[in-house]
């Protein structure tokens, strides 16, 4: 391929990566403004940024062997092109039905575009060392988009409104879809590529109903026929999904590289950093301008410090690994992040950002620590053969975890700050002190009939958000310490490590 087009084609690349990765954290500081304009619940909002990485994860496993057997340029053009699509219907949405579904447009096309790009550039650098120094550059694309994401997000929401976070898409994935149409070469190995139809159709199912249980279960009630029966319908996907999954010739899933439990061990860890870190994000917006009364702008320039911290880490994460080893960082990543989050439990509505951003960049340290270096002992732990497959199926199990914890942490968050709301009105005298306080947590406003001053019920709600932001960021800390002791598990077990490994000597 001739040197320009290679540069057109690593262009095309890296600003469609920066696209989709922009996509993950942009939305999140629009979410009280979406929740405003539309008139939305709680709950609408965590299938906003849910139904994005459900489709995400969902999709990813089998992104890859469609762009395998039926073309990786063509593949890719179809993403960007989806995604700029779903960003106009988000745009244009004047209901949440809509906007949910451009949304998990977005990211069943994110599925397409983010794993598609590495496959791309190691088709159009075959050298070692070139084919690093350009992937190294689209690592430092997704991470200057997840540093850019809430501090742009805030500006156009405060400046323009909530609807021109998704217009910025439509100019970058114009651009994107001519410089690949122009630069990319096609490829494809047809004879290589998975084809599961059963396996991805059982787990878009367990991964759909069980978001759907653990959002509904919010408003409903867990005990509700709704959540149960999404429940039930979970519990029998999963299982059908691993038998499928372990009869098949090429599944989308590697089940039996399951089998060998540092790489078990691993990928829980990757999930749980879904759970934990990226979730996270939902609930640092939502404290930042519910409970302390932030404008978008200025909440996205105090979610800054975890996206900076965690980029400088990354950075720098190739020569730590070199002196202190794989091991210590991988660990100490789990700790400090589980730690931060456990810290932030004593956040209060005017708590000093002087208190809060030494905790997010402490946050943003452990997942600059935790995220690389998980993801090279999990490819490290896989055989060569196979590296395809690791690589998506950490990816989409990381995925996976943060539709999770968004759904599960969401819902515990909203009621423990309804209940915490309900016990502060039934202590005023008020009456369906609990319906009032549901009314109050899910919309975020004043219920129609509350006898108190406006500013009074501003206080108490912001408390209540307060507390269930703490019982939320509690939880994800200690699923992110969970990790540590799986991994601390994972690193004992040595008898079955691949001797042909050696980058796992070093764990």
Same mark, same amino acid.
Request: positive net charge.
């Given at each position: 391929?001739?040197?320009?087009?290679?540069?057109?084609?690593?262009?095309?690349?890296?600003?469609g990566t920066?696209?989709a990765?922009l996509?993950?954290s942009?939305?999140?500081v629009?979410?009280?403004a979406?929740?405003?304009?539309?008139?939305a619940?709680l709950?609408?909002?965590?299938w906003?940024v849910g139904?994005y990485?459900?489709?995400?994860?969902?999709?990813m496993l089998s992104?890859?062997?469609l762009?395998?057997r039926?073309g990786?340029?063509?593949?890719?053009?179809i993403?960007i092109?989806?995604?700029?699509l779903?960003s106009a219907?988000?745009?244009?949405?004047?209901?949440l039905?809509?906007?949910?579904?451009g949304?998990a447009l977005?990211?069943?096309?994110g599925?397409?575009?983010?794993?598609?790009?590495?496959?791309?550039l190691?088709?159009?650098?075959?050298?070692?060392?070139?084919?690093?120094?350009?992937i190294?550059g689209w690592?430092?694309?997704?991470?200057?988009?997840?540093?850019?994401?809430p501090?742009l997000g805030?500006l156009l929401?405060d400046n323009v409104?909530?609807?021109s976070?998704f217009?910025?898409?439509?100019?970058?994935?114009?651009?994107?879809f001519?410089l690949g149409?122009?630069g990319?070469?096609?490829?494809?190995d047809?004879?290589?590529?998975?084809f599961d139809?059963?396996?991805?159709?059982?787990?878009?199912?367990?991964?759909g109903?069980l978001?759907?249980?653990l959002?509904?279960?919010?408003q409903?009630?867990?005990?509700?026929p709704t959540?149960?029966?999404?429940?039930a319908?979970?519990?029998?996907a999963?299982?059908?999904?691993?038998?499928?999954?372990?009869?098949?010739s090429?599944?989308v899933?590697?089940?039996?590289l399951?089998?060998?439990?540092?790489?078990a061990?691993?990928?829980?860890?990757?999930f749980a950093?879904?759970?934990?870190?990226?979730?996270?994000l939902?609930?640092?917006?939502?404290?930042l301008q519910?409970a302390?009364g932030w404008?978008?702008?200025?909440?996205?320039w105090r979610?800054?410090?975890?996206?900076?911290?965690?980029?400088?880490t990354a950075?720098?994460?190739?020569?730590?690994?070199?002196?202190y080893?794989?091991?210590?960082?991988m660990?100490?990543?789990?700790?400090l992040?589980?730690?931060?989050?456990l810290?932030m439990?004593?956040?209060?509505?005017d708590?000093?950002?002087?208190t809060i951003?030494?905790l997010?960049? !402490? &946050? @943003?340290?452990? #997942?600059g620590?935790a995220?690389? %270096? =998980?993801? /090279?002992?999990?490819m490290a732990s896989?055989p060569r053969?196979?590296?395809?497959a690791a690589?998506a199926?950490?990816?989409a199990?990381?995925?996976?975890?943060?539709t999770?914890?968004i759904? !599960? &942490? @969401?819902?515990m #968050?909203a009621g423990?700050?309804v %209940? =915490?709301m /309900?016990q502060?009105?039934a202590?005023?005298?008020?009456m369906?002190?609990?319906?009032?306080?549901?009314?109050?947590?899910?919309r975020?406003?004043m219920?129609?009939g509350?006898?108190?001053?406006?500013?009074d019920?501003?206080?108490?709600l912001?408390?209540?958000?307060?507390?269930?932001?703490?019982?939320?960021?509690?939880?994800?800390?200690?699923?992110?310490?969970?990790?540590?002791?799986?991994?601390?598990?994972?690193?004992?077990?040595?008898?079955?490590?691949p001797q042909?490994?050696p980058a796992?000597d070093?764990?």
């Open positions: 391929m001739p040197p320009l087009r290679r540069k057109i084609a690593v262009a095309a690349i890296y600003l920066f696209m990765t996509a993950i942009i939305v999140t629009a979410l009280p979406i929740q405003k304009g539309l008139g619940e709950s609408d909002l965590q906003v139904s990485a459900l489709c995400l994860s969902a999709f992104a890859g062997p762009g395998d039926y990786r340029k063509r593949a890719w053009l993403g092109g989806l995604f700029t779903g219907i988000c745009a244009a949405a004047t209901s039905a809509v906007l949910i579904t949304s977005q990211g069943l096309a599925a397409l575009v983010i794993p598609g790009a590495l496959s791309i190691t088709q159009a650098y075959p050298d070692p060392a070139e084919r690093a120094h350009v190294g690592s430092s694309f997704s991470a200057v988009s997840l540093i850019l994401g501090m805030g929401v409104g909530w609807p976070i217009l910025v898409n439509l100019p970058l994935g114009a651009l994107a001519g149409l122009i990319i070469a096609e490829s494809a047809p004879d290589q590529a998975a139809p059963p396996g991805q159709f059982l787990s878009i199912l367990f991964l109903a978001t759907y249980a959002i509904g279960a919010g409903a009630g867990w005990a509700a959540t149960l029966g999404a429940l319908i979970a519990a029998l999963l299982p059908a999904f691993i038998v499928i999954e372990g009869k098949a090429r599944p899933l590697p089940i039996d399951f089998r060998n439990l540092p790489f061990s691993l990928n829980f860890a990757s950093l879904g759970v934990s870190g990226y979730s996270s939902f609930f640092f917006s939502l404290f519910q302390q404008p978008a702008t200025q909440a996205g979610m800054a410090p975890v996206f900076a911290a965690m980029a400088v950075v720098l994460f190739g020569r730590l690994s070199v002196r080893g794989l091991r210590r960082l660990l100490l990543g789990y700790i992040l589980g730690g931060a989050m810290m439990a004593r956040f209060e509505p708590t000093s950002y002087v951003a030494p997010f960049m !402490l &946050l @943003g340290i452990g #997942m620590l995220v690389p %270096a =998980t993801s /090279a002992a999990i896989a053969a196979r590296s395809g690589s199926t950490m990816n199990l990381r995925q996976g975890g943060m999770i914890g759904a !599960l &942490l @969401g819902t #968050m423990r700050a %209940a =915490t /309900a502060a009105l202590e005023t005298g008020q369906s002190s609990l319906a009032l306080a549901g009314f109050a947590v899910r975020h406003e219920p129609a509350l006898a108190m001053a406006a500013d019920f501003r206080h108490l912001a408390h209540a958000l307060a507390d269930g932001f703490c019982l939320a960021i509690v939880l994800a800390g200690l699923v992110g310490l969970a990790a540590a002791l799986a991994l601390v598990l994972a690193l004992h077990v040595r008898a079955r490590r042909s490994h796992l070093d764990l």
